[in-house]
């Protein structure tokens, strides 16, 4: 079984930049993506970003590309999500989530049906 955990959350100011983190532990060999969503009060959870642990191959949703930056660093276990000029609209919590299935090898899924264990989440608040 694999645990993950979350952190790097907290408030900041809008355009402000946060950087969480993701540490996989357990049977981490058998995973072939990671992924991060969120959900803020009152709405759906949704998918922010993912990357392939072999190939490091990142796919994201359209309110994060150019804002939001995906990483993993094998070594450690852990995956990154680099965020940058925080939107108000970006306050959610922030869940990790991964997948062992062969099929998301070479492109990760963007479905949270599709990832089959989830970390704990940690909050992130962008507000004045």
């Known amino acids: 079984q694999v645990q993950l955990e979350e952190s790097g959350g907290g408030w900041v100011q809008p355009g402000d930049s946060l950087r969480l983190s993701c540490v996989a532990s357990?049977?981490?060999?058998?995973?072939?993506?990671m992924g991060w969503f969120r959900q803020a009060p009152g709405k759906e959870r949704e998918f922010v970003a993912a990357v392939t642990w072999g190939s490091a191959i990142p796919r994201y949703a359209d309110f994060a590309k150019g804002r939001f930056t995906i990483s993993r660093d094998n070594a450690k276990n852990t995956v990154y999500l680099q965020m940058d000029s925080l939107k108000p609209e970006d306050t959610a919590v922030y869940y990790c989530?991964?997948?062992?299935?062969?099929?998301?090898?070479?492109?990760?899924?963007?479905?949270?049906?599709?990832?089959?264990?989830w970390g704990q989440g940690t909050q992130v608040t962008a507000s004045s």
């Open positions: 357990g049977r981490t060999q058998i995973n072939t993506a």
């Open positions: 989530s991964t997948t062992a299935s062969m099929k998301w090898r070479f492109e990760p899924p963007m479905e949270a049906v599709d990832y089959a264990i």
